[in-house]
């Protein structure tokens, strides 16, 4: 069992930076691939980016790269999302995610391949 806790969003402007974190609670956290989605209202959840156990391979949506880096902290069980240059379309609920599957070595971008969740915290970009 994996407990999440998303915070860091806010309300910020265009161009702005914001970084998320997701803490863990549970010995088991080291040996999950973990990833972060979003959803806007009146869409789907969708793929941010991954990050795997070990933490040496990371994926990101395509509408993120260059501007997102998933990183993690396996002593403070917490995983971070840094987003750079946040855009109105960034407007979303961010979830962080625990597949629950110890040292998987395929990282996921499918929500439903992923087992436990946070609460999510919302990211609003607006001018």
């Known amino acids: 069992q994996v407990l999440l806790q998303e915070s860091g969003g806010g309300l910020v402007q265009p161009g702005d930076s914001l970084r998320l974190s997701c803490a863990a609670s549970?010995?088991?956290?080291?040996?999950?691939?973990m990833g972060w989605f979003r959803q806007a209202p009146g869409k789907e959840r969708e793929f941010v980016a991954a990050?795997?156990?070990?933490?040496?391979?990371?994926y990101y949506a395509d509408s993120v790269k260059g501007r997102f880096t998933i990183s993690k902290d396996t002593a403070k069980s917490t995983v971070y999302l840094q987003m750079n240059s946040l855009q109105p379309e960034d407007t979303a609920r961010y979830f962080c995610?625990?597949?629950?599957?110890?040292?998987?070595?395929?990282?996921?971008?499918?929500?439903?391949?992923?087992?436990?969740w946070g609460q999510g915290t919302q990211v609003t970009v607006s001018s």
């Open positions: 990050i795997s156990w070990s933490g040496g391979r990371t």
């Open positions: 995610a625990a597949n629950g599957r110890a040292y998987a070595t395929m990282v996921d971008t499918t929500a439903s391949r992923y087992a436990y």
């Open positions: 549970g010995s088991t956290f080291v040996s999950y691939n």
